[in-house]
């Protein structure tokens, strides 16, 4: 058997108020004072983190909470486009919705690999495939390519759209 999501790892039951604390220490490893140890690093990696400035504290924390936010969201309507394909239960809902992030941390991680690509897919199979059969799980983790890039494309054609409509808007022509 495969191992489980990464809401349930472990077989454990995911409690909420456990995201509390584990939200509270994470923020805290974004503190600028605990990213300033970085530049003490040695070689390269302590001299580019040297020269990075890092944003104050309640910037990050906005920005944390901003993420935290969209990939909460976004396993929410991944969960809803696996539910059209292969109906969940109630308690499928979190670890089916949360193997998008992992999926996706897969194919960042995988460096040697141009964009993560089979990687992500494959990652995405095999943490679906205990709660999804094995022929929706593969349906779902392609499909899953194709409804992102679509979702990309219509994000890059909405902005130029509003880039073409602001500078024919525009009061100030510039030259």
Do not use: N
């Amino acid at each position: 058997s495969y191992p489980p999501a990464l809401a349930m790892a472990g077989g454990y039951e995911l409690r909420w108020w456990y995201m509390l604390p584990v939200t509270m220490l994470s923020m805290a490893g974004f503190h600028p004072a605990f990213l300033g140890l970085a530049r003490r690093l040695p070689g390269r990696i302590g001299a580019s983190f040297a020269k990075v400035t890092l944003p104050d504290f309640s910037r990050m924390a906005w920005l944390y909470l901003y993420y935290l936010a969209f990939w909460c969201l976004f396993g929410l309507v991944f969960a809803l486009f696996v539910d059209m394909l292969h109906p969940l239960s109630g308690k499928d809902w979190l670890p089916v919705g949360s193997s998008i992030a992992l999926g996706f941390f897969a194919g960042f991680v995988m460096l040697f690999v141009p964009g993560g690509i089979g990687v992500r897919e494959s990652a995405l199979f095999l943490l679906l495939e205990p709660w999804i059969s094995a022929p929706d799980a593969l349906l779902v983790s392609l499909g899953s390519r194709l409804w992102i890039m679509a979702g990309e494309g219509l994000s890059l054609v909405l902005a130029e759209a509003l880039f073409q409509l602001r500078k024919h808007l525009s009061p100030i022509r510039r030259t």
